[in-house]
T-cell receptor
């Protein structure tokens, strides 16, 4: 596609529900990243994929968070049993190879009531 | 551990002024450095990417320099406009920490008409 696409753009859920956030990277980009940005805060790294494998999962805040990537393309970030502190904007980015330019999507804004 | 800082945290200037934003990083072993802008409620937009072997990059009214040995980069914005108002972030891709970018906290710029 022309850019990194994320869906949904906005998600409101109740505490304890599971949510899935989707990222469709730029076609041909092998590296994919997930970040979280809380209101007024900086970027918090969550996970990095190279192809379908995730060499760096160090940023996932708890075992309620998981992510997968299939076909070297689309990635899904899943948050189980959501908590209010999970409310944030979840940003996805991709790059063409290991050391290329990073491109971001518009983000998915998650609100947990 | 690589750390990235940005000074100032916030800046307000009248329209037409030339300005400089600063980015410092603690470990000079980097692949590249990238500057982004972020508008409120939006994702990050890539402005300039400087590879570790380069000294500067230019795009329109923007010029970014890199002094790897001193751990510094500057983003120069010429003839600022109200549309330049945004948060500007720099990020480095370290050699030693896999493929994960390290982001600075950003400089919030306001250009007053």
């Amino acid at each position: 596609g022309a850019g990194v696409s994320q869906s949904p753009s906005n998600k409101v859920t109740e505490k304890g529900k599971d949510v899935e956030l989707r990222c469709d990277p730029i076609s041909g980009h092998t590296a994919l990243y997930w970040y979280r940005q809380s209101l007024g805060q900086g970027l918090e790294f969550l996970i990095y994929f190279q192809g379908n494998s995730a060499p760096d999962k160090s940023g996932l805040p708890s075992d309620r968070f998981s992510a997968e990537r299939t076909g070297g393309s689309v990635s899904t970030l899943t948050i189980q049993r959501t908590q209010q502190e999970d409310s944030a904007v979840y940003l996805c980015a991709s790059s063409p190879e290991g050391v290329g330019e990073l491109f971001f999507g518009e983000g998915s804004r998650l609100t947990v009531l | 551990k690589q750390e990235v800082t940005q000074i100032p945290a916030a800046l307000s200037v009248p329209e037409g002024e030339n300005l400089v934003l600063n980015c410092s990083f603690t470990d000079s072993a980097i692949y590249n450095l990238q500057w982004f802008r972020q508008d409120p409620g939006k994702g990050l937009t890539s402005l300039l990417l400087i590879q570790s072997s380069q000294r500067e990059q230019t795009s329109g009214r923007l010029n970014a320099s890199l002094d790897k040995s001193s751990g510094r980069s500057t983003l120069y914005i010429a003839a600022s406009q109200p549309g330049d108002s945004a948060t500007y972030l720099c990020a480095v891709r370290p050699l030693s920490y896999g493929q994960n970018f390290v982001f600075g906290p950003g400089t919030r710029l306001s250009v007053l008409p």
